[in-house]
């Protein structure tokens, strides 16, 4: 397997991490209900499941 020869610095090391961060959830808002939920999920909301606003089951328990 392949080694280095020399040492990477802490830099050279931390230039590479940049992009490592973890971004947040977008959320938003429905407009039937007002709850917020995780953007292209559905949700679910007093018992009934709810996606892009519109009622899709009622009653609607996870298994």
């Given at each position: ?10 830099a050279?090391?931390d230039?590479?991490?940049t992009?490592?961060a973890?971004?947040t959830?977008a959320?938003?808002?429905d407009?039937?209900?007002?709850e917020i939920?995780?953007?292209h999920?559905?949700?679910v909301?007093?018992?009934?499941l709810?996606?892009k606003?519109k009622?899709?089951?009622?009653s609607?328990?996870?298994a």
């Amino acid at each position: 397997m392949a080694h280095p020869k020399r040492r990477h610095s802490s830099a050279r090391r931390d230039k590479r991490r940049t992009h490592d961060a973890l971004s947040t959830k977008a959320l938003s808002v429905d407009a039937s209900t007002g709850e917020i939920h995780l953007r292209h999920r559905a949700h679910v909301f007093e018992g009934n499941l709810y996606y892009k606003g519109k009622l899709v089951v009622e009653s609607y328990e996870k298994a």
